[in-house]
């Protein structure tokens, strides 16, 4: 599975656009690239997940370069919220097999300010 | 859509006692996962199941740690007996039977564990 690195904390204010990146070199071909959020006292919860390109849903944008060896989590106007760590995270899409699973960081923590 | 449920959310012991977490996945999830997640880290797996089968307890502490998924449905894991470093939030999380994109977990909100 590929090691992620991403930074350990960022600072924000509310209304700001947050990019957190991930670096990824050993990214593998079958591996998609995957961010968690976790509040305190709860469960990661799944944000987007993409392979190549950009994706977007209704929370972030995920940018993901041709080279696929880095990743940006995209969050736009964050708000106080927000305020949360975000795991990323790469594995294959292998349906229940063991080389499916996740292996999280320790993530990077954002803070939201107002 | 219930979410993943788990009991009890928060548990106090004393070192060589023994502990059980009850989780109940997602309705029709096949897949149950439980992570240990220590303060400051993030989330290790320590078994994955699919259906009642064991898929991957290779980080599971088997001296010590037990899991089980009757029917495959509800899963209960078991510290016996508990130590100091076991103190940590205990994650449950399911998945659904899809194929082809990275499947998603869903993950319940923890019992968190203190050993004394």
Redesign the interface.
Known sequence: LAKTTQPISMDSYEGQEVNITCSHNNIATNDYITWYQQFPSQGPRFIIQGYKTKVTNEVASLFIPADRKSSTLSLPRVSLSDTAVYYCLVGEANYGGSQGNLIFGKGTKLSVKP | EAG?AQSPRYKIIEKRQSVAFWCNPISGH??L?WYQQIL??????LI?F?NNGV??D?QLPKDRFSAERLKGVDSTLKIQPAKLEDSAVY?C?SSP??????????????T?LLVL
């Open positions: 993943v096949a897949t996962y400051g880290q993030g989330p290790k797996l994955q699919q898929v991957d290779s994650l999380a039977p899809t194929s082809g994109i990275r499947k998603t977990q869903y993950f319940g909100p923890g968190r």
